[in-house]
């Protein structure tokens, strides 16, 4: 069987845990710091903090801006559940936009869902695909909308507009018009789960590129505290001689990175942009190749004038095929030993948003994507040869279900 996304754990991963693990210091220290930094200097940010998931990331955020109850926070239809299910855990209200045919949020729609409510813009870069960066902030900087905005916390009332939060849980290294996700907006998240382009099995980094007049640097100090149940010294500080005096000066979180999962994180880092970007962007290359001259195949865009995916997922579309049939192709695929996947079930479909009142009828391009989507592997140890098989294995069930 070939698997659908195994991370990438060689000898130079193991290595460099084990050393963590025999090093004395497990947890938020040394190697997070550096990983830190590394993140910093590869994207081109201000500042990055890690912590434990991409989710806690955006909650994080969230909450660090003042989201709560009666407050809008715009995310797409088309995306997995993390991206509004911690705007719900702030007890503020989850607005969708429908996708447009890259996958990512349709901006007119974006614009039309703007309220005076409305706090937070999440856009996310799906599959790996950066969003129309330039349209989306110069949309929150412009009068008609800025005058639409109300602050009732310091942070709202000191950017005086829409907070542009970006989910890059898909994009790490991708690029927009050359920079890099992180440097795009005014914060974006990685995510570093054990699916995602880069792993530290689970994981999450924040990297802050807040405008003036905000200070990044005194930002990160601050949410240090945060995610740290807002302890004035963390466990590092705290075991120097003589420095056990602490205080408490807020009720925060435990999202904080441990020194394991740093180690894994520098590793990869490392050897990404030459090494792993290089074999995603390969087999990205293959697929296209590969079902070009096949009518039923929609190829999804990675390389367009402006933009750079991260090859995250290979985002197949089957033109002409109905939900039905796009599931019988997929069982088909999976009989012949091939695993793909679906990403993702658009959240109005799935039954907590369906619940609250949402329907999938309001999200019709997002609806149409899912209905013919099938999500093929793409990890660094997939083999050229593995590919064609995969590549076999879609073209037979496609015309089997077609032809
Ligand atoms: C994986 C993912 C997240 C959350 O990341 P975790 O690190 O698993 O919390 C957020 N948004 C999207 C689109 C994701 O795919």
């Known amino acids: 069987m070939i698997p659908f996304s195994p991370p990438r754990i060689d000898q130079k991963i193991i290595d460099e845990v084990s050393d963590a693990l025999r090093s004395g210091w497990i947890t938020t220290g040394p190697r997070t710091k550096k990983f830190e930094k590394m993140i910093t200097a590869y994207c081109g940010h201000e500042s990055t903090l890690c912590v434990n998931s991409g989710s806690s990331g955006l909650e994080l955020m969230l909450r660090w801006f003042g989201v709560g109850a009666g407050d809008e926070v715009i995310v797409p239809a088309y995306t997995y559940s993390a991206t509004a299910n911690v705007v719900v855990h702030c007890g503020a209200k989850p607005i969708f936009v429908d996708a447009g045919a890259d996958f990512n949020m349709d901006v007119e729609k974006l614009q039309k869902a703007i309220t005076t409510a409305t706090k937070v813009i999440i856009p996310v870069d799906l599959a790996g695909f950066p969003c129309d960066y330039e349209e989306i902030n110069s949309l929150v900087a412009s009068e008609d909308i800025k005058s639409l905005f109300s602050s009732n916390s310091p942070e709202q009332k000191n950017l005086g507009r829409i907070l542009v939060l970006s989910d890059a849980a898909h994009s790490i290294g991708a690029r927009y018009k050359g920079k890099k996700t992180g440097t795009l907006t005014d914060v974006s ?192 140890d997939l083999s050229d040869e593995q590919v064609q098989t995969v590549i076999r294995a879609v073209t037979e069930s496609v015309e089997a279900v077609l032809l």
């Open 189 to 380: 998240v990685f995510s570093f789960h054990a699916v995602k382009n880069l792993t530290t099995a689970e994981g999450g980094a924040i990297c802050l590129n807040l405008p003036e007049p905000f200070d990044n640097e005194d930002i990160y100090k601050y949410l240090c505290i945060k995610s740290l149940h807002g302890q004035t010294k963390d466990a590092l500080a705290k075991s120097k001689a003589g420095n056990w005096q602490y205080d408490v000066i807020e009720a925060g979180y435990k999202y904080n990175m441990t020194d394991i999962q740093a180690a894994m994180g520098i590793v990869e880092l490392e050897r990404y942009d030459e090494d792993m970007l290089v074999k995603r962007k390969h087999i990205f290359d293959l697929y296209r190749e590969g079902f070009t001259d096949k009518a039923w195949a929609v190829i999804p865009p990675y390389e367009t004038a402006g933009k750079n995916s991260s090859c995250h997922v290979f985002l197949l579309r089957i033109a002409g095929v109905d939900e039905t049939q796009r599931n019988i192709i997929i069982s088909k695929i999976f009989d012949k030993q091939v695993s793909v996947n679906v990403h993702f079930i658009p959240l109005p479909m799935l039954s907590f948003y369906k619940n609250s009142g949402y329907s999938i009828d309001d999200y019709p391009v997002s609806y149409n994507n899912f209905s013919r989507v099938i999500s093929l592997p793409v990890y660094y």
